[in-house]
């Protein structure tokens, strides 16, 4: 089919055969002659396969900007957060550094002579720490004295070595003390071991290094009023012995006992009162022991130094 030519307006159009016109639709335009737009139907423009992928990507930005522009002038509206109740524990003080501690050999170690022995003190009054072995019918098997001169902060750490004999093998004790200079105990610990006549040390861990007991009320050297002191503190029990307060003046009297009943198997808090009666200032030791059932002894024993006041 041939095209033939119309005049329209100032214009002239060019009727393509029906495979252009295809191609007209295809591509959704119309192609004027002279550069004239014509007054008919138009259709847009239709865009090339190969820009196809740029046209896409320029429209997908442009949407994404649109959507941020949205995003940034419209905020959304923040949630106001909900009010939540916290529960924070009271913690109990902690135990504080043993003054007095066996750290080598631990409990229960297997040892033949000599006791190589490892301790860290903070001496008392007279600088003097004994240690001292017992067998398992209590019998005394050997003692060591030894004065600290120089005490770098926070204290000493000693090696002593004491020898020993036994014949067989048995059940000792191992007791560490210190005392003031009144001759009263001011600290002491102890441990159980098995002595060996021969053969191989086989040494155990030591106790963790805190004490057993913590004081938190009465103060060291505190001063106390109206013939009661109120004590606050923890133990940690050695055994299911009582555990035993009590005042004791410098000449040795006793002037109030307390037992208390603590089981468990870490520091077991408590408060508890010593009523009194002094006519003038007493200068007075408050002492928490436990005995050892096993060699009936003291196991355990620590202090402070307290003023009582009528």
């Known amino acids: 089919m041939t095209s033939d030519s119309h005049p329209q307006g100032d214009c002239h159009f060019v009727w393509l055969d029906m495979k252009s016109l295809r191609l007209i639709l295809l591509l959704a335009s119309l192609w004027t002659l002279s550069g004239c737009v014509a007054s008919g139907p138009t259709f847009p423009t239709a865009i090339p396969p190969e820009a196809l992928p740029t046209v896409v990507a320029q429209t997908a930005d442009a949407l994404n900007a649109t959507a941020r522009a949205a995003f940034t002038s ?13 529960l924070t524990p009271t913690a109990m003080p902690p135990a504080p550094r043993a003054l007095l ?14 006791l190589q022995l490892q301790i860290f003190v903070i001496p008392g009054e007279t600088g003097l720490v004994q240690a001292a072995l017992y067998g398992e019918d209590g019998r005394l098997l050997a003692r060591d004295l030894t004065r600290i001169e120089d005490v770098p902060p926070p204290g000493a750490n000693l090696y002593i070595e004491i020898p020993f004999e036994v014949r067989v093998a048995e059940l000792a004790r191992l007791e560490l003390s210190t005392s003031d200079k ?10 159980h071991m098995m002595l060996l ?21 009465p103060a060291n050297e505190a001063k106390i009023f109206g013939g009661m002191l109120e004590v606050d503190g923890a133990f940690w029990p050695l055994n299911d012995q009582p555990v035993i307060l009590e005042l004791q003046d410098e ?17 077991i808090p408590f408060l508890t009162t010593l009523p009194y009666t002094v006519s003038e200032p007493t200068p007075a030791l408050l002492t928490i022991r436990q005995m050892d059932p096993r060699f009936s002894a003291i196991a355990y024993l620590f202090s402070v130094k307290v003023i009582l006041n009528p």
């Not at 501690?101 to 000599?114: A, D, H, K, T, W």
């Not at 001011?186 to 441990?191: A, I, P, R």
């Not at 040390?201 to 938190?216: H, L």
């Not at 000449?251 to 520091?267: A, K, N």
Request: charge should be positive; proline fraction near 15%; avoid cysteine.
């Open 101 to 114: 501690q066996i750290e080598s050999p631990g409990p229960m170690s297997r040892l033949v002579s000599p």
């Open 197 to 217: 006549p021969d053969g191989l040390n086989q040494i155990t861990p030591g106790n963790p290094p805190f004490d057993r007991a913590a004081i938190y009320s």
């Open 182 to 191: 009144l001759g009263r105990i001011e600290k002491l610990v102890s441990q």
């Open 74 to 86: 419209t905020p959304l509206p923040s949630e106001t957060p909900i009010p939540t109740i916290t």
């Open 251 to 267: 000449r040795g009297r006793i002037l109030m006992t307390r037992q208390l009943s603590l089981t468990g198997d870490s520091h």
